[in-house]
T-cell receptor, first 113, second 113 residues
């Protein structure tokens, strides 16, 4: 059974803290994505990666960075968390050739206080 | 810029009826379109993909249509059940490749017994 896992389901952090969200997929997918989801706004792409050590900015990269040192693992980093980064964060992966469905993790509900 | 619109109001229907959800898009001609289901607090799950040269796609009780002239997709659930209650997301392939998707904000469906 294919799977995308995320390191935490719920996370509470203080303003200014550095936050790491980790995503692992077991499907040998080349492409991995980080989204945030807010009510009424849908899923918005933060960053994506199409290969190890490769990354591309999505639509809302400000305040975030990413790391992909291994094919199966894609990390999202909030360098200095702010309250406007309180959101649901979703990781997804997909194969390199298209079109392909995206497989999502369960999400991390991050609250920054 | 590319824009996707889904009805933000919840759709309430009676069990056994057909639910029809709408996805409209502008400023783009996607090669394919996908529909996902999302339950509260969980990541989206892929349901169906339809390509630009396909008018209709079916999977069990689900049917998707794709009208590239109207720039619209319709998603139907026939013989709806309370278990079909969820938020349904429409997603278009992004011109950036890498199986990147642009998601609509979703429509919440509530099926009442």
């Amino acid at each position: 059974d294919v799977k995308v896992t995320q390191s935490s389901r719920y996370l509470v952090k203080r303003t200014g803290e550095k936050v790491f969200l980790e995503c692992v997929q077991d499907m040998d997918h080349e492409n991995m994505f980080w989204y945030r989801q807010d009510p009424g706004l849908g899923l918005r792409l933060i960053y994506f990666s199409y290969d190890v050590k490769m990354k591309e900015k999505g639509d809302i990269p400000e305040g975030y960075s990413v790391s992909r040192e291994k094919k199966e693992r894609f990390s999202l980093i909030l360098e200095s968390a702010s309250t406007n980064q309180t959101s649901m964060y979703l990781c997804a992966s997909t194969v390199a050739g298209g079109p392909g469905e995206q497989y999502f993790g369960p999400g991390t509900r991050l609250t920054v206080t | 810029s590319q824009k996707i619109e889904q009805n933000s109001e919840a759709l309430n229907i009676q069990e056994g009826k057909t639910a029809t959800l709408t996805c409209n898009y502008t400023n783009y001609s996607p090669a394919y379109l996908q529909w996902y289901r999302q339950d509260p607090g969980r990541g989206p799950v892929f349901l169906l993909l339809i390509r630009e040269n396909e008018k209709e796609k079916r999977k069990e009780r689900l049917k998707v249509t794709f009208d590239t002239t109207l720039k619209q997709s319709l998603f139907h659930i026939t013989a709806s059940q309370p278990a079909d209650s969820a938020t349904y997301l429409c997603a278009l392939d992004s011109s950036g490749g890498y199986n990147k998707l642009i998601f609509g904000a979703g429509t919440r469906l509530a099926v009442h017994p």
